[in-house]
């Protein structure tokens, strides 16, 4: 799908040749005499088209407009919930047509994160995934023209939003795709094509290099699989080579059937997603290769199926982790926390200015939070607040838990270390805990996205989260950064065009 930035009033608007024109309508009235300026007015008067979020009013082939059909429709106070909210209702209202060539116009001026809203939900509705559906029908929206008061005003936001939408897609693909067709080593195939010989580079680690490393207890996870397991390094280098990067951890089990502490059968195909937080940070690396924004920023993804045979892992077995922990395994199916722990000391080679985790680790995050807002664990306030800010910004949310030391007294074991559970009572904190143990004297962050990263029923599938909040926490402190030369500035913004 392309998107294409322009200018358009609604004067405008009105001649783009369209199969549906969305207009984005805030409360404020426009007074102007074109076409579509009295027709939204009329149907404000007539009580037609509510001021209320998300209420629309489709018109067939209205005279002096050239688009097929148009869908009016309400963005209250323009905030990025509210236009995510109305473009996504405009869609239902248009989406019996299939249309090709969509525009999408803001009726009144729009701030920066309305733009990025309009994109992304634009690019969030008319997602088709096909990698196992050949027969199926592509994605009918081919073209979409988001048009706006200025377009030069409203561009460093829209190329930002093409970003992020590039990176969300890559994320979903790889989320959705079931797990035969998505291997531990077909992830680290993916994450090869990111590697494009300037800014990412993708080195692969496997079984051979994990034992040499000490990596005992991601090791022995994998061990129950006929699957080799990956370790997969990205790097991204948008800064001086000596500044502190940021390291992301994706969790990237791409089966978990729970080992011998077996799951139920009912809904165990889902686990078939629990390498989310892996397409996570392989869909923020993609977003990074397209906007090249001034940072530095590593990428670590453990990835092995979580499976049964005669070598796996027995409940009892313990392991050592790379840091010298020994880890009482009690429930194999908390392996989530085993392959992470692994990961995290591994990058403190990288001498982090913040360490962030994403996994989809915990059944009991989803109690907590439902499919709504992520869970955030942070061991730095600064840290929190930024992530907190950039969920609120791409409406990719998250909300703040508790990481208090008595959390983690239920992991104590008599037989090693530290045990991989403790009881029912908090188990998204403790998981959290236990990761806690492995983190070294750098900032971190734990982004518990059990119930975030796919939807299940009859809307089943990946949601592309958490890239948007990753990229935005990225964009934003890049952009807080000293500035890059103007020479790298220049020709960063050509290719990103
Ligand atoms: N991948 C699961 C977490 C999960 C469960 C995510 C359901 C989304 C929906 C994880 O590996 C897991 O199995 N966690 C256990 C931990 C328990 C054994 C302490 C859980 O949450 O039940
Ligand atoms: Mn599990
Ligand atoms: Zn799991």
Redesign the pocket.
């Known amino acids: 799908m392309d998107f294409q930035l322009k200018t358009l009033s609604l004067p405008q608007a009105a001649s783009e040749k369209a199969d549906a024109l969305i207009v984005l309508a805030s409360n404020a009235a426009t007074g102007a005499k074109d076409a579509l300026s009295q027709i939204l007015a009329g149907a404000r008067k007539a009580g037609d088209l509510p001021d209320k979020v998300g209420k629309w009013v489709t018109l067939y082939r209205p005279a002096q407009i050239a688009a097929q059909r148009v869908v009016l429709v309400s963005i209250g106070d323009g905030k990025p919930a509210s236009v995510r909210t109305a473009v996504l209702g405009a869609f239902a209202a248009v989406g019996g047509v299939e249309p090709k060539r969509l525009a999408v116009v803001f009726a009144q001026p729009a701030d920066a994160l309305a733009v990025r809203a309009a994109v992304i939900a634009t690019a969030d509705a008319s997602y088709v995934y096909t990698a196992t559906k050949p027969k199926a029908e592509a994605r009918t929206v081919k073209h979409v023209v988001l048009g706006v008061a200025d377009a030069a005003a409203a561009r460093t936001a829209f190329d930002e939003a093409s970003a992020m939408v590039a990176g969300i897609e890559f994320a979903k693909e790889w989320g959705n795709r079931p797990a035969n067709h998505a291997t531990p080593s077909m992830l680290a195939d993916a994450a090869k094509t990111l590697a494009d010989g300037t800014r990412i580079k993708c080195e692969v680690l496997g079984p051979k290099e994990i034992a040499k490393l000490g990596m005992g207890s991601f090791a022995a996870v994998a061990q129950g699989s006929a699957e080799p397991l990956r370790f997969i390094v990205l790097r991204y280098q948008g800064a001086a080579k000596g500044e502190a990067p940021v390291v992301l951890v994706g969790?990237g089990?791409t089966f978990?059937t729970?080992g011998v502490?077996l799951?139920p059968a009912a809904e165990m195909d889902?686990?078939k997603?629990?390498m989310c937080g892996a397409a996570s940070v392989l869909g923020t690396f993609k977003a990074l290769g397209q906007l090249k924004p001034a940072i530095n920023v590593v990428g670590l993804i453990p990835s092995c199926e979580?499976m049964n045979d005669g070598h796996a892992l027995k409940p009892g077995d313990v392991v050592t982790s790379m840091d010298g922990q020994t880890i009482e395994v009690l429930?194999t199916?908390?392996?989530?926390?085993l392959i992470l722990c692994d990961a995290l000391t591994y990058a403190k080679r990288f001498a982090p200015s913040a360490v962030i985790d994403i996994?989809?680790?915990?059944?009991?995050?989803?109690v907590a939070l439902g499919g709504v807002r992520s869970g955030l664990f942070a061991s730095d306030e600064a840290l929190a607040g930024a992530l907190m800010a950039a969920g609120e910004q791409s409406q990719d949310r998250c909300w703040r838990m508790p990481l208090d030391d008595e959390y983690g007294e239920g992991l104590k074991s008599n037989f090693a270390d530290v045990a991989?559970?403790?009881g029912?009572a908090g188990?998204?904190v403790?998981?959290a805990k236990f990761l806690q143990r492995f983190v070294g004297d750098f900032p971190w962050a734990h982004l518990d996205i059990?119930?975030t990263?796919w939807k299940s029923g009859s809307a089943k599938g990946s949601t592309g989260r958490p890239v948007g909040l990753l990229v935005t926490y990225l964009i934003d402190r890049a952009g807080a950064a000293p500035k890059a030369p103007a020479a790298a500035r220049k020709s960063s913004r050509q290719s990103a065009a």
């Open positions: 969790k089990i978990d729970g502490s799951k889902e686990m997603f629990d979580n429930n199916d908390a392996e989530g926390r996994a989809t680790l915990t059944g009991a995050c989803v991989n559970i403790a029912r188990g998204a403790t998981a059990a119930g990263a």
